[in-house]
């Protein structure tokens, strides 16, 4: 496919892209590259590879990919489902933020491109009949962020600009992957030593993962709040025990690279990283390997946090309802509710929004370039 823009700026959060670099030098090594859950239907036995097929194919089938469609994948990984994307005949695209990720999908011969989906300009306009975004909204919202109260708003924006990418003439569609928490941390928790806490904690587990990944999770009905006037929830389904099965997997191959000699040339591959990241790559290594924080949050019979699988609608834009942007929409939220706690009778009536409707809804026709 092709776009008119230029490349800009990614803006992307370092945790995360230096987590992605260190993951490339042992999840390929381990044959692993696919970064998110299979789908094992209650299989005990059913190898990973297979599972992982069976995910990108459900994905694929929620996402109503078919000959032709046009999908875009937001946070690609290696490319696994673009890849799978085009083998049913669609026309797919991928965007990441790892550049090594990336350039392993080019030389697959996939489009993929190093991208922030932020950046993304009016140029992307309503280029896609389906967007998929499997495992990536887990860094959207950095703790700090989080601290600071910004995550509703930061969510509400994905789905603004999911929105105006999608083409309304088509039956649109977002499918997304997420961790979500089940008993949500302090953010400000995240922010600290992890051990300042006690072992073995929620707050430790969780510190040592957001120092490890760079992220946080969306909480109980988040994103439902956050969709709302974009995209509607038509389906949700669970996938925390494939999560933790592919988790342990994930683990047992790791572990076996290292107690092999592939260990030598994974270390001599990654010395140039562990030099740049001192910190985070021995961060890393403890939590997945000795704390095993990764694991823990999936692992019976409490976990933490959960895995859901949501399949969303694209919302048409009625020309009488004029949609606010994200950031005005979230201020509006909070004077209601400043003057709802002030008990005030009748609250301030809603402000017209001054700026542009969000660009999925203009009628003026924007730059729209069709895929090649
Ligand atoms: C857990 S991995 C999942 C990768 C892939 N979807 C898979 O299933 O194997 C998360 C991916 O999202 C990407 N990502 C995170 N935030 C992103 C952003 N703001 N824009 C684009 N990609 C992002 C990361 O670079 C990483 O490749």
Redesign the pocket.
Known sequence: MKTLEKKPALH?PKT??AC?SVFDHFFPACGL????EGMFDGNPDMPLEQAQLKQIDYVLDQVKCEPHRRIL??????G??VARAQERGARALG????LE?VRHGQRQGLDVRQ????TLGREWNRMFDGIVA???A???VQPAEAAAGKADEIYRNFFHIMHRLLDPRSSARLVMTAIHFVRPPNPADLLRNPFAFPRGSDAFHFALLARSFGGWYPGPGQLRRCAEGYFTLVDEVDGTEDYHRTSEEWLRRIRHAFGSKEVLRIAAASLPLMLSHPFQFPTMLYCMLVSQSWNWQFRPPYPPVQLLRQTWDYVPASSKIRLPLASEYWKERSVERSATRRGMEALPRRRRAKSPVPTGHSREGTAIKPPA
């Open positions: 992307s995360v892209t992605y590259f696919d970064l998110t994948d937001v946070g690609c990984g290696y696994t489902l965007i990441n933020l790892s990720q991208r922030n989906y932020l499997n495992g990536s887990e860094h959207y």
